[in-house]
Structure formats: C-alpha cells, structure tokens
C-alpha cells in the first residue's frame, strides 16, 4: 500500500517477458474518509461565548470531559469551573471554587479515576507568596464543591493534574516533584521517579502504555 505521495515500492515480475520487453504497472489511488474538514478559511466550526467579569476576559484554561459526558473547564480569571453540555452549550453553567486564601485561580482539570463521579482541578497559587497550592473535586454532574486538599508544601504550584489507576497525580512545578493521592485527598506517595532539577514539570498525560508523560515547562524535555 503506498500511503504518500513520495512513498516507493519495489516490484519483483516473474511472468513470461522476453528479454529487453518492459512491464507496465497500473495502480490507482484510493482516499479513505478519516474525517471532515469543515472549512479551510473560517477557523473552527462553532465558537462559544463565555462573557466578561467586567470589563476583562475570564480566562478559561484547561478543559476535559467528566463522567456525566459534559465538557469541564477552568475559568482562571473567574475562580470558577465551568461546565458546558455539548449538545446544548449555552447558557452554560458556572460554579466557583472555594475562595480560600487571596483569590486562588484554578488551572488544569481532569475527570476522576473510574468509579470517582468528580472532576479534579489545581489550584497553583493562594495569590500570595509562598502560599499553599491545592487541589480539589466537583461532584458531576451536580458541580458542588466537595473538598479543597492542600499539598502539604508551601509554594509548592501544583500545575497538572490526571487520574492514573485508582489514584490522581498532581504536578508540583516548584518542587520537582510529581504528588499521589487517593480521592480522599490523602497522600500516597512521590513519583517513584527524581525529576531532574529545575524541569519544572506542568502538563500530565497517561500514555496508552498505562505510563505518566510530563512536560518539564522549565526543562524543555517530555520525562
């Protein structure tokens, strides 16, 4: 199968020709729908407007897809998380995280480990020096807040956040470190792996070899 336009194939023939006859191959070139491209000028198909706190943006970072099968996302400037049904997404519903410290932002977001109905945001940042960073829950599909889980380290700025397994992993940039914990908020363990010095590890992801894959943000490395 030539799958690209500059893809070669060799050919062996081992049919009756006389010495010096040439051989002609005929192949046509068969396209697999793998998808549709809406429009190659106009940008994305559907924009939604999420509104201003004023006069300024409310900023929303990092979305994911809960348990109940709505779209989950932070709103940084609006210490909210949002929560959108795809088949109606407006008006769109808002709950605001617990406002424990100065104003703390909420960043990434994740669903739960199976069998947990919550989704899971950070909290880098109290809004003040050396504050405790946090992560805590919503329960889907009804978006109260349940619980707010510091990290145990002051300026610790826990970035990502992802489920692995039956427990969830947080990024804590400032420390290097990757943190563990079950859905009760209690620690399980460090990363078994030393993240090097200064990689200041951010985005999570789980890769389909049930591994965790880290961007160090100030690395400039995938660990």
């Avoid at 945001?121 to 960073?133: C, D, N, Q």
């Avoid at 990757?178 to 951010?202: C, E, M």
Wanted: overall charge negative; charged content about 10%; some cysteine.
């Amino acid at each position: 199968n030539i799958v690209n336009p500059t893809q070669t194939s060799s050919v062996s023939y081992t049919g009756g020709a006389t010495l010096g006859s040439s051989v002609t191959f005929n192949a046509t070139r068969v396209a697999t729908l793998v998808g549709t491209l809406v429009s190659k000028t106009s940008g994305f198909q559907t924009t939604f407007s999420l509104g201003l706190i004023g006069p300024q943006s409310k900023d929303p970072n990092e979305i994911t897809v809960g348990s109940d099968g709505f779209l989950w996302f932070t709103e940084f400037n609006a210490i909210s998380v949002g929560r959108m049904d795809p088949a109606n997404p407006l008006p769109y519903t808002e709950f605001p995280v617990p406002n424990v410290g100065n104003c703390p932002q909420p960043n990434a977001i994740t669903a739960g480990p199976v069998g947990d109905a919550h989704v899971w945001y950070t909290e880098p940042t109290s809004g003040i020096s050396g504050g405790v960073g946090e992560f805590g829950n919503l329960a889907a599909p009804s978006g109260v807040a349940s619980a707010l889980f510091p990290t145990g380290n002051a300026n610790s700025g826990p970035y990502g956040i992802r489920a692995l397994g039956s427990n969830l992993w947080v990024a804590l940039q400032n420390l290097n470190e990757l943190y563990i914990s079950d859905t009760t908020g209690t620690q399980v363990g460090f990363s078994p792996i030393v993240l090097p010095g200064g990689a200041g590890p951010q985005g999570l992801a789980v890769g389909q070899d049930g591994n965790m894959y880290v961007t160090a943000f100030l690395g400039g490395r995938i660990l």
